[in-house]
């Protein structure tokens, strides 16, 4: 377990990321910074001593402090990390310097915590910023189906018409079925990110790495999945921890927020395909703001969501059969429309997400319907 940090153990830990800061750069100080800080009616007295071969932590006083600093803990940190300006700092007595004060500044300023991620750089696409309009026709289409009932039940139904549609225009298209895999659960011990190479503690032992080069390879991902909890089943947010193993640690500007930039650099963009089983298409909203960030953070632009909300109700309801019908040739033409346009028309979306039938109507027949099946015994839907 983590221990809660104490005021010492800042200032030790301050001089330990200045002395990198400092080895790391060619300027070289020799001299001492004593403190006098106040912490919660605690005293932390204590130097930094500065030489040729580092910055060390000291406890107590030197007889030969250059600079001495006397301040609160926070009011120093502050100072110490470019929140307080020091001019203003020493007026409103939030600070007392003695001694030395062009040492303070010379070397606190040497320290700079910069490195060249150049090499390592993933800047904003076009194409991320305005996928149609630089739509290319996807040539390998990865379709991921994180249903846990594969190929039986209502994702895999409404997803065959679309995937007619998306693959018929002459891509090379492959289905995953998620849970027939075997995906580790990340553990977080970021041993991808330590070793600097991206190879995971589970590589050999599970199927991750080759879903994993499926998706580096596509042009076009399309995420297939009910909606469970009101978010992804559990396989496909282990897919997405797992993926964290594609980046690299470093901090790059995104389109809207910060982000890692990526191992392998490929223009690609994803669809998601969602089937619910509420008929509201709000149920939707958590997965999809989710999906939003994700893709973000992975470069990875979504040019269509595909939503089905009442699938099971919908396939079960003889009375919406015309409904049924009009739905699946929607989504086929949705397929088709996506691989040539990179998007899904309007009208087409229209259909797909229709209201099928009264909010009381859904109600009424569901729970009539899932009475009958505990009655009938049913062990499946
Ligand atoms: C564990 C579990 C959680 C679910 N959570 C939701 C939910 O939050 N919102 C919703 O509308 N449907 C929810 N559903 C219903 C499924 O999305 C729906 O039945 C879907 O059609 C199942 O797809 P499948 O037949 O491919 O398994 C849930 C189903 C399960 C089994």
């Known amino acids: 377990m983590k221990e809660y940090p104490k005021p010492y153990e800042i200032m030790e830990l301050l001089s330990e990321n200045l002395n990198k800061a400092y080895l790391n750069q060619t300027k070289r100080f020799e001299g001492i910074i004593q403190f006098y800080l106040t912490h919660n009616d605690n005293n932390i007295v204590c130097h930094f001593k500065i030489t040729q071969n580092g910055v060390f932590f000291i406890k107590g006083i030197s007889d030969s402090a250059d600079v001495t600093v006397k301040a609160s803990l926070y009011n120093w940190l502050d100072l110490a990390a470019g929140r307080l300006n020091p001019v203003l700092g020493v007026l409103t007595r939030k600070l007392k310097f003695s001694g030395n004060i062009s040492f303070l500044k010379n070397f606190m300023g040497a320290c700079k915590f910069e490195v060249n991620i150049d090499d390592f750089d993933d800047p904003v696409t076009n194409f991320e910023k305005n996928p149609q309009k630089y739509w290319r026709k996807p040539q390998k289409i990865l379709i991921i189906n994180a249903s846990p009932r594969n190929e039986r039940r209502y994702t895999y139904f409404y997803l065959q018409p679309f995937i007619n549609g998306l693959c018929s225009g002459g891509a090379s298209c492959e289905i995953i079925h998620l849970y027939k895999l075997k995906i580790n659960r990340c553990t977080g011990c970021w041993h991808c990110w330590l070793s600097g190479t991206g190879n995971c503690i589970f590589d050999g032992k599970d199927d991750f790495k080759e879903v994993q080069q499926k998706y580096e390879d596509s042009d076009l991902v399309v995420f297939a999945f009910p909606l469970y909890t009101d978010g992804m089943p559990s396989a496909l947010k282990d897919f ?24 392998q650099k490929k223009q690609r963009a994803a669809v998601i395909f969602s089937i619910s089983g509420f008929m509201e298409i709000e149920n939707f909203s958590a997965v999809l703001s989710h999906f939003k960030q994700i893709s973000h953070n992975d470069h990875l632009p979504i040019v269509a969501e595909i939503l089905r909300p009442a699938g099971m109700y919908l396939y079960n309801n003889p009375l919406l059969y015309k409904q049924l019908n009009r739905i699946i040739e929607a989504l086929e033409k949705a397929g088709a429309e996506v691989f040539e346009f990179g998007k899904v028309l309007k009208k087409t979306q229209k259909i797909i997400s229709q209201k099928i039938d009264s909010i009381e109507n859904f109600r009424q027949r569901s729970n009539f319907f899932w009475s009958e099946k505990i009655k009938e015994g049913e062990k499946t839907y």
Not at 240 to 263: C, D, F
């Open 240 to 263: 997405w921890e797992r993926m964290v193993s594609s980046n690299y640690p470093y901090m790059v500007k995104g389109i809207y927020k910060t982000r890692h930039p990526r191992r």
